[in-house]
């Protein structure tokens, strides 16, 4: 019977502790409970050098195989037979190792969810910055669209600068930027109304190159089955920042002050980024965390996108092709409808049902939390269809289908509900099905532009940014003009059965460019 015995030591008189007749080896039986057999001849220990390599040594006694291991994190010396206790816990470590894009896309999510909660925050503090400072309604609105000033132009320039230097480095600096951004806003609200508005732009500015990184740091990382799946765990991040802003201003606001949440939303920015810094890479193949086969897997079936020869991509070539604009449309779609829902929610149920603010902000916040849910699960489904074997522009038309179609009659059944709860339930099924256009356009710029997809999602986000402006501000003016919420409403459902169709007859999941 073999034995296995474990020796810690570093001292060059192993070898005669060995060849002693202690009473460690003259046990009875091992910890094992193995009968021993001694060797008759010694076990000669190689010194061990410092560094991350093993020495082994195999030493073949009356027949049986003993392996000696040396380590010099430790240093560790034993013998191991067949099984044990270091291969179960090879096995185990095997078992708990995490491939990198999963780590990738966590952090992805995680500055996602920051990205959103930052601009809640603002939207939270200026009820007690206009009581402090006399604020008129009006100005409240100047305030709340001065980050949408400089979101418009940086998303074009971000998503270009994007294509050019790589997600990580793009994504690094802009997350530095709006932290400082974010952290200057108590100082420039109390300095003057200027300093304010020019900070807010700078904030917006900044965070525009946000969603252009995300998509293209997602088709560097995973394979095409796995992207949808990739961009719904990163945008449910991006969901969830609006409930995780929402829930914790308040409580910093009432225990710290106007400047807390500011400070513990920037602190967590610039704690995010040390380990954004020295753990990712813009391309899998120049990470030196992932694995060979992990490689492989990333590469399998997908089409590496010509090298960029740094000049910015022809803006005329992008928009002379039906399968752009497409794209275009859907976004301006999407945002009309995401920014009308997240900014008129909680004054539809005060005006048309009654229902007291803070009550409106319970029915506001349910739709956002599922929504975060749904775009996995999106992401997910349409991963499914693609393995099964279902082409890329079929999946790609289902998913928009689904999230302008499913929308555009929640909407429409909105005119028929009589209480709160049918509203926010209607309210909530619209938003979690406009979460499956997450895998039909968002993930489209990937399939026909992969060169310029950065530079295409920064035209088709500033054309949505637009949008979310006017349909803002518009719906103010539209539901002044209509008398009712519920015929802005049936305008919104319009454009979604209308750009659902426009997508369908022009896009495409093939390469265009």
């Known amino acids: 019977m073999a034995a296995k015995s474990a020796l810690h030591s570093s001292s060059p008189n192993t070898s005669s502790f060995l060849n002693s007749k202690s009473?460690?080896?003259?046990?009875?039986?091992?910890?094992l409970r193995f009968e021993p057999r001694i060797p008759s001849k010694p076990i000669k220990w190689e010194s061990c050098s410092r560094t991350r390599e093993q020495s082994r040594e195999k030493v073949k006694q009356g027949g049986r195989l003993f392996t000696v291991r040396c380590t010099a994190e430790g240093i560790e010396r034993g013998m191991l037979i067949g099984g044990g206790r270091g291969r179960e816990e090879a096995v185990a470590s095997k078992m708990l190792d995490i491939p990198e894009r999963f780590k990738v896309v966590a952090l992805v999510a995680c500055v996602m969810c920051l990205c959103n909660a930052d601009r809640v925050v603002m939207s939270v503090t200026v009820v007690p910055l206009a009581t402090k400072f006399g604020w008129s309604s009006s100005f409240l609105g100047i305030v709340q669209s001065s980050f949408l000033w400089g979101y418009i132009f940086s998303s074009v320039i971000g998503g270009a600068l994007v294509d050019r230097y790589g997600g990580k480095r793009v994504m690094a600096w802009g997350v530095a930027l709006w932290s400082l951004a974010t952290l200057l806003t108590p100082w420039?609200?109390?300095?003057?109304?200027?300093?304010?508005?020019?900070?807010?732009?700078?904030?917006?500015?900044?965070?525009?190159?946000?969603?252009?990184?995300?998509?293209?740091?997602?088709?560097r990382w995973f394979?095409?089955?796995?992207?949808?799946?990739?961009?719904?765990?990163?945008?449910?991040?991006?969901?969830?920042?609006?409930?995780?802003?929402?829930?914790?201003?308040?409580?910093?606001?009432?225990?710290?002050?106007?400047?807390?949440?500011?400070?513990?939303?920037?602190?967590?920015?610039?704690?995010?980024?040390?380990?954004?810094?020295?753990?990712?890479?813009?391309?899998?193949?120049?990470?030196?965390?992932?694995?060979?086969?992990?490689?492989?897997?990333?590469?399998?079936?997908?089409?590496?996108?010509?090298?960029?020869?740094?000049?910015?991509?022809?803006?005329?070539?992008?928009?002379?092709?039906?399968?752009?604009?497409?794209?275009?449309?859907?976004?301006?779609?999407?945002?009309?409808?995401?920014?009308?829902?997240?900014?008129?929610?909680?004054?539809?149920?005060?005006?048309?049902f009654n229902v007291n603010l803070k009550q409106a902000a319970w029915f506001s916040a349910v739709p956002w939390g599922t929504m975060a849910v749904s775009g996995y699960v999106a992401g997910a489904l349409s991963d499914s269809l693609i393995k099964a074997g279902y082409s890329l522009t079929i999946v790609r038309k289902i998913m928009q289908s689904i999230g302008f179609i499913g929308p555009g009659v929640s909407l429409l059944c909105l005119n028929y509900a009589k209480t709160p709860v049918t509203a926010a339930a209607l309210m909530t099924i619209a938003l979690s099905l406009s979460s499956f256009s997450q895998a039909g356009f968002l993930l489209n710029m990937q399939d026909i532009a992969p060169q310029y997809a950065g530079f295409l999602h920064g035209i088709a986000n500033s054309a949505g940014t637009l949008a979310a402006i006017i349909s803002t501000i518009g719906t103010g003016y539209f539901v002044q003009w209509l008398g009712s919420f519920q015929a802005f409403l049936t305008v919104t459902a319009g454009l979604y059965f209308v750009t659902a169709i426009f997508w369908n007859l022009y896009a495409t999941g093939e390469r265009v460019f």
Not at 191 to 214: C, D, N, Q, Y
Not at 274 to 290: C, E, I, K, L, M
């Open 223 to 352: 394979p095409s089955h796995e992207r949808a799946s990739a961009v719904g765990i990163s945008m449910a991040g991006f969901h969830l920042g609006n409930v995780i802003g929402l829930l914790l201003t308040p409580i910093m606001l009432s225990t710290v002050g106007i400047s807390g949440p500011f400070i513990l939303f920037s602190s967590l920015g610039l704690l995010w980024l040390t380990r954004w810094a020295n753990g990712v890479t813009s391309d899998p193949r120049d990470s030196p965390f992932v694995s060979k086969s992990e490689l492989r897997l990333i590469q399998a079936g997908k089409t590496d996108s010509p090298a960029s020869d740094g000049q910015f991509p022809p803006l005329r070539l992008l928009l002379s092709k039906a399968p752009s604009w497409a794209i275009i449309f859907a976004n301006i779609t999407n945002n009309w409808g995401y920014f009308v829902l997240l900014s008129w929610m909680p004054i539809y149920f005060n005006t048309v």
């Open 188 to 219: 420039a609200a109390n300095h003057s109304t200027v300093a304010l508005l020019a900070v807010r732009a700078f904030f917006g500015l900044a965070e525009g190159v946000a969603l252009p990184s995300m998509s293209t740091l997602s088709s």
């Open 23 to 31: 009473n460690l080896v003259y046990f009875r039986r091992t910890q």
